[in-house]
């Protein structure tokens, strides 16, 4: 089973700072890395897909990068409505896995 | 626009059993593998089971396989999860989810349903 790492566990930061996420995994998931936002009481969203594609919808505030075993999700500048619970998953191998996410908390 | 419902969940005993069911609209159902994904209370998600648009393939987490039993109806668009010989550890919001990648199974998943909560419980 393919570990998904996150860091940090939570990060405090401040409306219209720049947040770095990262996700590692255990062995290289080429780049079929996802990356979802979920707020309390609510399903989660899907941010990011493929490492880098935006879905649909999706500010361009939040981008992705990385391949093989090492990612990012960066938020450009925060808004109110980004602070958050962050997910990434992988889709390389069974069985699907979720890292334990970040929290991205208001400073 | 595409929407998922999900429905069935409640209070069970330890051993017991419950089906959910998830209602999808806004989309061509039978070209789209669906997966279940849980979530405990206060902690991370887990994905569960997936199954292939055609239903000819699934596969299942270890901690749910040879109790759960993932399905489908590609003539009412609606998913199913079978969860027999519930346990305490099942407790968790289930969430049905699309995958992005027609045809796809291995996927990531848009959109999720709003989720149905299963307690197990004495």
């Known amino acids: 089973e393919i570990v998904l790492t996150q860091s940090p566990a939570t990060l405090s930061l401040s409306p219209g700072e720049r947040a770095t996420l990262s996700c590692r995994a255990s062995?290289?998931?080429?780049?079929?890395l996802a990356w979802y936002q979920q707020k309390p009481g609510q399903a989660p969203r899907l941010l990011i897909y493929d490492a880098s594609n935006r879905a649909s919808g999706i500010p361009d505030r939040f981008s992705g990068s990385g391949s093989g075993t090492d990612f990012t999700l960066t938020i450009s500048s925060l808004e109110s409505e980004d602070f958050a619970v962050y997910y990434c998953?992988?889709?390389?191998?069974?069985?699907?896995?979720f890292g334990g996410g970040t929290t991205v908390e208001i400073k | 626009e595409v929407q998922l419902v999900e429905s069935g969940g409640g209070l069970v005993q330890p051993g017991g059993s419950l089906r959910l069911s998830c209602a999808a609209s806004?989309?061509?159902?039978?070209?789209?593998?669906m997966s279940w994904v849980r979530q405990a209370p206060g902690k991370g998600l887990e994905w569960v089971s997936v199954i292939s648009g055609s239903a000819g393939s699934t596969d299942y987490a270890d901690s749910v396989k040879g109790r759960f039993t993932i399905s489908r109806d590609n003539s009412k668009n609606t998913l199913y999860l079978q969860m027999n010989s519930l346990r305490p550890d099942d407790t968790a919001v289930y969430y049905c989810?699309?995958?992005?990648?027609?045809?796809?199974?291995?996927?990531?998943?848009?959109?999720w349903g709003q989720g149905t909560l299963v307690t197990v419980s004495s």
């Open positions: 806004g989309f061509t159902f039978n070209n789209y593998a």
């Open positions: 998953q992988q889709s390389s191998n069974w069985p699907l896995t």
């Open positions: 062995q290289s998931v080429s780049r079929f």
């Open positions: 989810a699309k995958g992005i990648h027609l045809l796809a199974v291995s996927n990531s998943f848009d959109p």
